[in-house]
C-alpha cells in the first residue's frame, strides 16, 4: 500500500518520479536549501506565511504543498495522542528517568534511532491513508528531548526527564536527539528533535500557566541551562520549546525581563540564538503565546500577544485555538511586526521541512520507505528489554536475598503487580504486548508456584480492607515479593506530589511516601518473618525509613519500565541479568529535607540536589547502585597534576570483576572544584560517566578526559571561569564520600576565563 501511495503522489504533487519538471525552483532538489527557501518565500502571501506559524500548518494547494501538523511526542518512543491506529503497535521504551538510571547515553541514542525509524513508519503511513497530509502525532518533528532538570521530587513530570544533574541530563540529551535527528543520510534530518521546556521549567504544575520564575544568572548557566546549550551546540537540535512560565533574573537588567517565555527576547533571542547559536525553530508550549495574553496578563490585547511572541523569535504558536492566524496578520497591519519578522520566523519553519524532505520527490527521501516493517520489529523489542533491564536499580540486598531461585513458592503482592498503565508512565505508545511483573514471574516460576493478591484497590491504596488475602497468599509462600509505588495518577503533567492519600480515612500519610495504606500493607506482610522484597514503580523518588531500618532486606527500584518492564523485573530477581543502574536523583527523608517548592535557587537551605544539598544524611544517594557482583579500582593516575588553564587532563584506571557473575559496571567521575567568594559552588558535582559490561575476573582499563568547560565554575555573571586552586577528582561507581574518600587533586595555576581558552 504505502509503495503505491509513493508512486501516487508523485504523480499528483507536481514533482515527477525521475526529477525533472520542475514548475517552481524551490521544487529542484538539485539546488542548495536556502535557495529554495528564498524562492519559496517570494511566493508565498502574507496569509500563507501567517498560516504556517501555526502547529496545523494548512495545506498550499497551488504549490503542492500539503498540510502539517507538528503536534508529536517521542518522549520514550512514539506517542499516540489520538488513541489506537488500527491494528498498528510500536514500542514503547521505558520513561526517561529509567534511562537516565542507565548511565549509558550508547543506548540512549539507539533509542533515540529506534523511535526515529517507527516514528518515520507512521508518518509514512499516516499520510499514505490520507492524500499526503500530516495529522496530529504523525509528523517528522517530535516534543522530545525533556532536558529539564528534576529539582525537586515534588515536580509531577520528573518522569520525563533524565534526573537532577545537568551533566547526565546533557549526555542523554544530545545522545537521544542525534538518535532521532541523524540518519543514513546526511542532507536529510530523519525526525526533528525538541528541546523542553525553554529556559526553566520543574514546577510547581498548579501555577504553570502564569508562573514566573526568579532565578540568579549563576543559577541558570550552572544548573538550569548546560543540557538545553549542550543539545543546540552538539546536538544541532532543530526545534526548540518556549515554556509557559516566565523567567525573571533577579540580579541583572536584561530585555524583557520578567516576560512569559515566548515573548522573552533574552532566553530566546540572546541566549539561545545569540549566545548559544541557535538557528532552529522555537516552538511555543501548547497554547503558550496565547497564556502570555492570559493568564499571564503580559500584554492588553492578542495582537499585541501575537506581536511580542515573534518579536522574541517564537516562530510557531502550538495550539488548537491559536493567536498567530487569528492575529499576527492584524499586528504587521497596526505596525507592531515587521514583515521581515514574519519572513524570518517563516525561512526557519519552511528551511526545517526542507531538511525533513517534506518538499522533495518521495524516492528521494530514504526515510520515506521505512513502513510497518519496521514498527515492533526484533531488534527493537531487544533494544526495548536491554533498556528496561539496564535501567533497573539495586537499593538493597541484605545478605545476598537475592537473586531468588526458581525452585521457590512466591507471593506477588501490591497495587503495581499486575497493571500494565504504571510500565507505560506518560506519553507512551501502542505497544504490542505488555508484560507485567506478575507475568515475568510466571513465566519463571510456573503459576503454580505464584500466589498473587493485590492488597489494594488501586494505586491510592485508601484502604486496608483487601489485606487480609495478601496475608494469606504471603503465608503460602518463601518469599513475598511487593510491588509498590506510585503512577501518573499521582505525579503527571499538571500533577505535582503535593497531596496526602488517606488510609482508612486517616489523612495523615507524609506526600513523597507511599501513597494511601501501602506502607501498612508492607508491615502486614515483613512481620510475618518470610524473606520480603520491595519493587518499587515510580517516577521521582519515594520516601520512607522502612527503605533503610531493616524492614526489608531488599529494593529495587524499576521507575515505569516500559511494555517489557515486567519481564525485564523478573529477570534481575531471578538473576538472569544483573542489575548495574544508578540512581539518578537524589532519594530524601522527607520534605523537611526539601526548600520552598516554587523556589528555583539552588543553594537555598538545605540546598537543591546533590549538587548543593547540605542537610541531613539521605536515604540513597545519586549515583548510588548495587550489584550482583563486585569491583575494585585501582591505579588511579592523571596525566598531569600541575595544570595550566585551558588544558585537558586525562585520568586513567583499572576496574576489575572481582565477583563471581558477569555485571555492567558504571565509572563515575566527580569534580570539586576550589571554594569562591561571593556565589555559590557546587559541592561536588558529575563530570564522566561510562557504563562497561565485565565478565568475573576481567580487568578493563578506563580512560577520561577532562576538557576546560569540566573544570570551570559559573561565577555571579553567569561567566565561566576556570579558577586558581586544587581541584579534586574522585572516580568509582557511584559518588564519593568525601569525608572518607581519597581522591586525584591537580592544581590549576592560574584564573582564566572560558572563553578566551
Partial sequence: MLQKYLLFLCIVSGWTCHGQGFKYPFQNYELPVDQRVENLLSLMTQEEKIYQTWSMSPAIPRFGIKAYNWRSNCLHGWSSSVGTWGNLTWTVFPEPIGLGATFNSDLIRLVGIATADEGRALHNIGIAERNGDSWEAQGINCFAPNVNLL?????????????????????????????????????????????????????????????TVNVTLHDIFDTYMPAMEAVIKEGKIATMMPAYSGVRVTDAHVPTNGAPDPANVYVLKEVAREMYGFKGVHISDNRAVEFVWNPHNYTQTKEECAAVCINATCDMDLGYDAIYPDYLGKAISQGMVQEKTLDESVRRIMKLRFQLGDFDPLWKVPYQWLGEGVLNSPGNQMLNLRSALESIVLLRNEKNVLPLKKNIRVSVIGPNANDTDVLLGNYPGVPA???????????????????????????????????????????????????????DDIEDEGLDRVYSYPCDGVPTVPKLTLPGCQERLLDEISKLGIPTIVVLLNGAGISGKWQVDGTVPAILEAFYPGALGGQAIADVLFGDYTPGGKMPYTVFNGEEDLPNFTSYEMDLHPGRTYRYYRGSKVLFPFGYGLSYTRFQFSSVTASRLVV????????????????????????????????????????????????????????????????????????????RWIYEGMYHVYIGESQPNLASDVPVSIRITSTKSLDSC
Avoid at 534526573?163 to 543514513?184: C, F, K, N, W
Avoid at 503459576?447 to 486496608?464: K, L
Avoid at 559552588?681 to 575476573?697: A, C, D, M, N, S
Fill in 644 to 719: 595550566e588553564p585551558c588544558v585537558q587532563v586525562e585520568f586513567k584506571l583499572n576496574v576489575s570483576n572481582v565477583g563471581r557473575v558477569e555485571g555492567d559496571v558504571v565509572v563515575q567521575l566527580y569534580v570539586v572544584v576550589p571554594r569562591q567568594m561571593g556565589f555559590p559552588v557546587p559541592r561536588i558535582q558529575l563530570e564522566g560517566f561510562k557504563r562497561i559490561p565485565t565478565f568475573p575476573g576481567e580487568d578493563v582499563q578506563v580512560e577520561f578526559k577532562l576538557n576546560p568547560r569540566q573544570l570551570s565554575t559559573v561565577n555571579e555573571k553567569g561567566e
Fill in 433 to 487: 504486548q505488555i508484560i507485567t511483573p506478575l507475568q515475568g514471574i510466571i513465566s519463571k516460576l510456573g503459576s503454580s508456584n505464584v500466589h498473587f493478591a493485590s492488597g489494594c484497590q488501586d494505586i491510592f491504596c485508601n484502604t486496608s480492607s483487601q489485606f487480609s488475602q495478601a496475608v494469606s497468599a504471603a503465608k503460602n509462600s518463601e518469599v513475598a515479593i511487593l510491588f509498590l509505588g506510585i503512577s
Fill in 151 to 211: 529539582r525537586d521530587p515534588r515536580w509531577g513530570r520528573g518522569q520525563e526527564t533524565f534526573g537532577e544533574d545537568p551533566h547526565l541530563i546533557s549526555r542523554m540529551g544530545v545522545a537521544y536527539t542525534r538518535g532521532l535527528q541523524e540518519g543514513d543520510d546526511p542532507n536529510y534530518i530523519k525526525i526533528a528533535a525538541c528541546g523542553k521546556h525553554y529556559a526553566l521549567h520543574s514546577g510547581p504544575e498548579s501555577e504553570r500557566f502564569y508562573f
